[in-house]
């Protein structure tokens, strides 16, 4: 698919009234059948996914389900609490059978376990700290094949996701300047998702972010700074 037909299919999905309506229908349009979720949790949107898009041959499922020393965020809970969650993520995504490939750890453990340049889709919503999100994307974009998509989560206008001990989400806008790395179009999309056009090999392809909520200002970071400074 080239990159125009891929930019009008991916911004049409703008009026679905929700973030796995978004995932789905383009999974089917585009006819993914080979997949990762980076970041599985429960495994509630794998399961969504794997009921609405019957063409899916192989979904490789990347989390650590385990507390990680170096990850600030609110989802880091306990080894224990984590051992349930992976039980529930099993049990979700049974439906997939052997289809499903659960690896077990953290995007620089085990994504080379993925061939380079085999997925359709990917959808990165892992560690959403700026040192997740640049190994996230830095990783995952070889493993999708041009004219594939690599979409994530948490595409949030402000960093300050979360209550101050946590680390700030800077989804947006570094996956705005890998984009722009790769020659690739960004498309943001309802629900604060996102959605890099892998080009073809050879396809002309220039950097845009096309922003279907009409909502995302400057991606500069300095008025977010001054604004928390001047909170504390
Ligand atoms: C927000 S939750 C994912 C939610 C899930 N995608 C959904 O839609 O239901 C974030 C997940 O990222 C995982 N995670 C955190 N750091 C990670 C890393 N370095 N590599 C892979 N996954 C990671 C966590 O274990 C957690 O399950």
Redesign the pocket.
């Known amino acids: 698919m080239t990159i125009s037909k891929n930019v009008a299919i991916i911004s049409e999905l703008a009026h679905l009234s929700s973030r796995v309506d978004i995932w789905a229908s383009c999974v089917n349009k585009i006819d993914a059948r080979t997949l990762l ?10 399961e969504s996914l794997l009921k609405a898009c019957p063409a899916i041959e192989r979904f490789y499922l ?5 507390n ?1 020393d170096t ?1 600030n ?1 609110p ?2 809970v306990t080894d224990e609490t ?1 051992r349930l ?1 992976y039980e529930e993520a099993l049990n979700r995504t049974r439906i997939g059978g052997d289809r499903c490939v659960s690896l077990r ?4 453990e085990v994504i080379d376990e993925i061939p380079d340049g085999s997925l359709d889709f990917a ?1 990165v ?3 959403h700290t700026l040192r ?1 999100i640049s ?2 994307l830095i990783k995952a974009y070889p493993k999708v094949r041009p004219g594939g998509i690599l979409g994530g ?2 595409y949030t206008p402000t960093i300050w996701q979360h209550s101050e001990e946590f680390e700030p989400s800077l989804v947006c806008p570094f996956a705005a300047y890998f984009a722009e790395s790769q020659n690739a179009p960004l498309i943001i999309l309802p629900f604060s998702q996102f959605a890099i056009l892998k080009p073809l090999e050879g396809e002309m392809s220039t950097f845009q972010v096309i922003d279907t909520t009409g909502t995302y200002g400057s991606r500069n970071l300095i008025s977010q700074v001054k604004r928390r400074e001047s909170q504390t």
């Open positions: 979720e980076l970041g599985v949790w429960r495994g509630e949107f794998a990347i989390d650590p389900w385990r990680l990850w965020k989802w880091n984590f969650v750890g953290t995007t620089m959808y919503d892992g560690d997740g190994i996230d989560d948490d």
